[in-house]
């Protein structure tokens, strides 16, 4: 792996946000599309009737919205989808694949749009022209070839509308199987799981109005000046309004710390707002303590408990009590990393506060104990009676734009017998009910042999899952791997024996002058209709395209569909549980708000009740030249797709192949500070990386995903929801010769 000979340190800015944001957005803009479409992007993205902002799903507020309603790692996402740079036949023609296998993850993005659909043979060394019905008719040919449907497997990623999951979900299920992985599988299904079995609904239970009215905010394991920049506002509203901010975080990520308001002139000139009251420095994977040690806290102290609450709501409390009572307060404090006076200090805000809604995201769903970690979580705010009141609650703060909608619509390996009765009912059909391949049994299955046809509905399958040799190796065993897709990326360049790809229209593209709808973290749904003309004449939409696979592949007529998705919406309307009335009620400005029975103190569980949950503490022993390591995001970066090599808000330029360490770990270890080295697990090797000094717990390591995900063993993974532990996984350090 090449080295990175311009790598910069330099230490971390004090505040995130501000003046620098707003003029990197426009230099990007301008750049990838061009000044005409940037004007039209920037009026419209997330305006009623505009497009739902491809980058993540942080919700619009629902009545009043700013002309702009974007920031700036929007603006890269929707840009470099709407760049006027196309890859076709004649870039294919001169790159090999192999030669493509060469180039870095940035540069492959940058070469811009696919722009027609291609094939590699069996054989080839490059990709060629195919047409679309040739391209329809292979891939059939494939699928019903198969002994059994679940020889097939159907991954999604979360960009995927509604419209287009649903349509995908009955395809595949109609074909026979449920192997419908996908990219929550290795995010927040742990939230899921977690929370489905103890408030009885997988999803959050506040609004944006509660948020920023809430007197205390736990934001846990997340960086949202990266990852969710538009929370920032919100987050400085609460503080304004009186809110308490404590950040569980081994990083002290800057946008916790500091922020500046972007469209604001202080924004710009002043030195913005404080936003973290308290900063809990925590160990990786050192939650679970944490939690059990603030509910012990506030427990003894009898202040901060709503037993009114607990009696009529809850089960299991009396269990959870004796439980806790297990553990010392100093072991839970040593677990943790944070020290006693700090969780006392934290259990009084949280004590004294009105109404307490905690964040999370991947901080928390990516470890063994990752369902743990939420249990903890709803434990703890159970214990104060935080959910189902005004400005309290559980916020899990989903990451791709569509990826809760995706799941409402059906794409799931578990689906619910009801889902699946309600399918079978509207198309007369009698859907499989033996569950499909998550994310992990997939790769299994394809290393195994047992599934050699992947599809994948967007995203970048090689690069986003765990142990790439062996994932690699998966899909290099399968007869045939089809990318649904919009840019290039490493899934395209390691293939089975036939590889296609079928390029489609984005978020921002217009589809013939459709509408689609999308669902944001905080259940609200949406119309979104695209804006510009589409980089390629030969692209096609998700809808068409599944069209064009069903009846290649089951000789039916859906061509209906492609030309009116109102007719998906009528069909939705009466499948999905909570999506009665749909056309009428996506029709209002703004969309609509699921209904999430918690908010009403409602706990569709099977007791009726929430529940308290008993966790054991599970504390990672290390050996001695062992440390824990957590994949992140860098800022330039959106998941697999790499927009630029800085990491501004952590001072990193023009690199990616780093390890943040402590100075005191990187000395102790015989090492100097930017050192090369490479990184180990078992037999896994990830070569060239330099170590960076950082303010990070002891024993404690960060790397960047992708980069670092051939580390992570394929059967390391979270009890339950079976999410890999990119965020918790041991290794060790080696210097290079
Ligand atoms: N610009 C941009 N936006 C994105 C994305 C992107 O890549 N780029 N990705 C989208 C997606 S799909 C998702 S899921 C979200 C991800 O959003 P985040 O979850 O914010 O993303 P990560 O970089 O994985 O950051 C995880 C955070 O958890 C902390 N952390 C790690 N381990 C632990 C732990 O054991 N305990 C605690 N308390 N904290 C821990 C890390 O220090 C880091 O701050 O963002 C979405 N939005
Ligand atoms: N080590 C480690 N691994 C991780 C994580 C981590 O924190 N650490 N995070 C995990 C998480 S949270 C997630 S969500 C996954 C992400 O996994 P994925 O969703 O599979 O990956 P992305 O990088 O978001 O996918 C990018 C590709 O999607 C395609 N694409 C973009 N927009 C569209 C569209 O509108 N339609 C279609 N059909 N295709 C489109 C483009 O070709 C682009 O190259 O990665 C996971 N992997
Ligand atoms: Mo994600």
């Not at 009116?564 to 009428?584: M, Q, T």
């Amino acid at each position: 792996m090449a080295s990175e000979p311009n790598v910069k340190i330099t230490p971390p800015p004090d505040s995130a946000t501000g003046v620098t944001s707003i003029q990197k957005s426009l230099e990007v803009a301008m750049r990838d599309a061009g000044p005409l479409r940037a004007l039209r992007l920037f009026t419209t993205v997330n305006q009623t009737s505009g497009f739902d902002c491809p980058s993540c799903a942080w919700p619009d507020p629902h009545d009043d919205r700013h002309t702009f309603e974007f920031c700036e790692n929007g603006v890269k996402a929707f840009t470099d989808e709407a760049t006027r740079a196309t890859i076709g036949r004649d870039f294919f023609a001169q790159h090999s694949v192999a030669d493509l296998a060469q180039q870095s993850d940035h540069w492959l993005n940058a070469q811009g749009r696919l722009a027609e659909p291609l094939v590699l043979r069996p054989g080839a060394t490059h990709y060629t022209p195919i047409d679309w019905t040739e391209a329809f008719k292979l891939t059939g040919q494939a699928l019903k070839a198969l002994d059994s449907p679940d020889g097939a497997i159907f991954y999604t990623s979360g960009r995927t509308s509604n419209e287009a999951a649903f349509l995908y979900q009955l395809f595949v299920r109609r074909f026979g199987t449920n192997n419908l992985p996908d990219c929550s599988n290795m995010c927040h299904e742990s939230s899921g799981a977690g929370l489905d079995e103890t408030i009885g609904v997988g999803k959050s239970t506040v609004t944006l109005d509660d948020l920023e009215h809430a007197g205390c905010i736990l934001l846990i394991g997340q960086n949202p000046a990266t990852n969710h920049p538009r929370m920032l506002s919100s987050l400085q509203t609460a503080v304004r309004n009186g809110a308490k901010i404590i950040s569980i975080n081994p990083l002290p990520e800057v946008g916790l710390m500091r922020f500046k308001h972007p469209q604001e002139v202080s924004g710009i000139l002043g030195n913005g707002t404080a936003l973290t009251t308290l900063f809990l420095q925590v160990r990786i994977n050192g939650d679970v303590p944490l939690f059990k040690a603030l509910a012990k806290v506030i427990l003894e102290s009898g202040h901060g408990v709503d037993q009114a609450f607990i009696d009529q709501y809850t089960a299991g409390f009396d269990d959870f009590v004796t439980g806790l009572r297990q553990h010392g307060l100093a072991t839970l404090s040593e677990q943790a990393g944070v020290s006693e006076a700090q969780i006392r200090q934290a259990a009084a805000t949280i004590a004294e506060a009105p109404g307490v809604i905690c964040c999370w995201a991947m901080g928390l769903t990516q470890h063994q104990n990752a369902v743990d970690n939420i249990r903890e979580l709803v434990n703890l705010m159970l214990l104060g009676g935080n959910v189902g009141k005004p400005n309290a609650g559980f916020f899990c703060v989903r990451g791709h734009s569509n990826v809760q909608g995706d799941r409402t619509m059906g794409i799931y390996e578990k689906p619910s017998p009801l889902f699946l009765q309600k399918l079978g009912a509207e198309f007369d059909f009698s859907p499989p009910q033996h569950h499909g391949y998550d994310t992990v049994a997939a790769i299994e299955a394809m290393h195994a042999g047992d599934a050699t046809v992947f599809l994948a509905m967007g995203g970048n399958f090689l690069s986003a899952t765990p142990d790439t040799e062996y994932t690699a190796e998966a899909l290099r065993r399968c007869d045939l791997t089809v990318q649904i897709s919009t840019k290039l990326n490493r899934s395209h360049l390691v293939t089975g024996r036939t590889a296609l790809i079928l390029p489609c229209l984005g978020r921002t593209d217009k589809d013939g002058g459709q509408f689609v709808t999308t669902e944001s973290s905080l259940s609200y749904v949406a119309k979104s209709a695209g804006v510009i003309t589409p980089a390629s004449p030969h692209l096609k939409s998700e809808v068409a395209i599944l069209c064009g696979l069903a009846e290649s592949t089951l000789g039916l007529d859906w061509s209906a569909y492609a030309a009116n998705y109102g007719l998906i919406r009528d069909h939705i309307s009466r499948v999905v549980p909570g999506c009665e009335d749909y056309a009428e009620r996506v029709d209002a400005p703004g969309g609509f708000c699921m209904d999430i029975p918690p908010k009403r103190r409602v706990f569709p569980t099977p007791s009726g009740k929430a529940h308290f949950s008993v966790t054991p503490l599970r504390p990672i022993e290390l050996a001695q030249n062992e440390y824990l390591m957590m994949t992140i995001r860098s800022h330039d970066q959106f998941n697999t797709t790499i927009y630029g090599l800085d990491d501004r808000y952590r001072g990193i330029f023009q690199g990616r192949r780093i390890v943040l360490m402590h100075a005191e770990d990187i000395r102790e270890g015989g090492f100097v500070p930017e050192q090369s080295v490479d990184l180990r697990h078992q037999h896994r090797v990830a070569e060239n990386f330099i170590l960076v000094p950082y303010d990070i717990p002891r024993r404690c390591v960060a790397t960047y995903f992708p980069e670092a995900n051939v580390l992570i063993p394929i059967d390391r993974y979270a009890d339950l929801s079976r999410t890999p532990a990119s965020k918790s996984t041991p290794v060790t350090i080696h210097r290079r010769a």
